[in-house]
């Protein structure tokens, strides 16, 4: 559990963990974070929602990002989420090189995404011109570059909010995890 208290009852508390049991079966520790400002989390979500799609971003793009930015900053929560969605979508050697930072088996748009991730989630002070260059070499325009930066930094800030506030990997979600994924993951809060 969170550290947080359970949410009071509200029409947005009830749609969030509605919408978890549909999806999941059970509600997600996160979800009893985010259920204490649900609008807010609606919000996030369509804006993650809109700017991957301005970006251009397939799934798997997503899950790059997301692992990427999720691993640079220590987030266990999302490298469990994201890392089963990229071994149900490719397979669990993948999901393990995505999180170990590695480049086989990705193309380098996925390497260009992965680096640029990173780098907006460890010290977006610390970018260049090179590092622009390598997303448009990857075949980004720059409107597509804005959006996919909005896009791993509210990831970043998502992360960092969940794990300020206690969010743990759901042990259903964990349990579902391939061994070799789950060893992969050696950071961040424990499951509940």
Not at 16 to 26: E, I, Q, R, S
Not at 85 to 108: H, M, Y
Not at 153 to 172: E, H, K, Q, V, Y
């Amino acid at each position: 559990m969170t550290f947080l208290d359970e949410p009071a009852p509200s029409a947005g508390q009830e749609r969030l963990y509605a919408a978890d049991v549909a999806d999941h079966g059970y509600v997600w520790d996160l979800t009893r974070i985010w259920a204490h400002q649900p609008e807010a989390k609606e919000q996030l979500m369509a804006l993650f929602a809109s700017t991957a799609d301005a970006a251009g971003l397939t799934p798997r793009d997503k899950a790059v990002i997301v692992i990427a930015q999720a691993a640079a900053i220590g987030d266990s929560y999302c490298a469990v989420a994201w890392g089963k969605r990229l071994s149900d979508w490719a397979d669990p050697q993948t999901a393990v090189a995505a999180l170990i930072a590695a480049n086989e088996p990705f193309s380098e748009r996925e390497q260009a995404l992965a680096a640029w991730a990173r780098t907006v989630a460890r010290s977006p002070g610390s970018s260049t011109p090179q590092d622009i260059q390598r997303l448009r070499d990857a075949g980004f325009k720059e409107p597509q570059i804005v959006a996919l930066t909005i896009f791993a930094g509210l990831r970043t800030a998502f992360s960092s909010i969940n794990g300020a506030l206690g969010a743990r990997p759901d042990t259903a979600l964990v349990g579902a995890l391939d061994p070799g994924v789950r060893r992969a993951i050696a950071w961040g809060r424990a499951p509940e």
